[in-house]
T-cell receptor
Framework: SQQGEEDPQALSIQEGENATMNCSYKTSINNLQWYRQNSGRGLVHLILIRSNEREKHSGRLRVTLDTSKKSSSLLITASRAADTASYFCATDAEGAQKLVFGQGTRLTINP | ETGVTQTPRHLVMGMTNKKSLKCEQHLGHNAMYWYKQSAKKPLELMFVYSLEERVENNSVPSRFSPECPNSSHLFLHLHTLQPEDSALYLC???????????FGPGTRLTVL
């Protein structure tokens, strides 16, 4: 299985601090994506990083990808209460038409 | 608003009922997906439609029957469900080959 596995499963920090979540996967990929989900709602795409990229930024988000270690990290800087959500990584295998999602990290930002 | 709508948002049904979930995308995408999200489990891909043809059926029981009449609409027909089928059912769409998927808000299904 190329299922992504997020670490930690749950993270609670104070507003203003940085939050780091990690994702590991098992097989070669075309790209890796991060999604966010507010409780009981649909997923929202945050960022996509291709297998030939090492780092990508989008606003307060920074994603890194290490294909040699088959791992990725998502950093949210200067966290806000509104960042409270579950965050998922998703990978697509080379040649496949589907994404495989991890179990997610539940992030809580305390005001 | 992601451009993907799902109806109904909530559904309660008995095990003998027949109901359908509807998904519509307004993004001009050519691929659509059904996912099941249960508590404490990863998001499970159920079906993939690409150019209106089913290209993936992830060993889903026959009590779930998908239908894709055109590239903008996707249905999930439900019959003789079990209580363990209670979950959040999410629809998504994408432009084939691009990668990013756009999700609807989901249908919260409860089977009594």
């Amino acid at each position: 299985s190329q299922q992504g596995e997020e670490d930690p499963q749950a993270l609670s920090i104070q507003e203003g601090e940085n939050a780091t979540m990690n994702c590991s996967y098992k097989t070669s990929i075309n790209n890796l994506q991060w999604y966010r989900q507010n409780s009981g709602r649909g997923l929202v795409h945050l960022i996509l990083i291709r297998s030939n990229e090492r780092e990508k930024h989008s606003g307060r988000l920074r994603v890194t990808l290490d294909t040699s270690k088959k791992s990725s990290s998502l950093l949210i800087t200067a966290s806000r209460a509104a960042d409270t959500a579950s965050y998922f990584c998703a990978t697509d295998a080379e040649g496949a038409q589907k994404l495989v999602f991890g179990q997610g990290t539940r992030l809580t930002i305390n005001p | 608003e992601t451009g993907v709508t799902q109806t109904p948002r909530h559904l309660v049904m008995g095990m003998t009922n027949k109901k359908s979930l509807k998904c519509e995308q307004h993004l001009g995408h050519n691929a659509m997906y059904w996912y099941k999200q249960s508590a404490k489990k990863p998001l499970e891909l159920m079906f993939v439609y690409s150019l209106e043809e089913r290209v993936e059926n992830n060993s889903v029981p026959s009590r779930f029957s998908p239908e894709c009449p055109n590239s903008s609409h996707l249905f999930l027909h439900l019959h003789t469900l079990q209580p363990e089928d209670s979950a959040l059912y999410l629809c998504a769409s994408s432009q084939e080959g691009v990668g990013e998927q756009f999700f609807g808000p989901g249908t919260r299904l409860t089977v009594l």
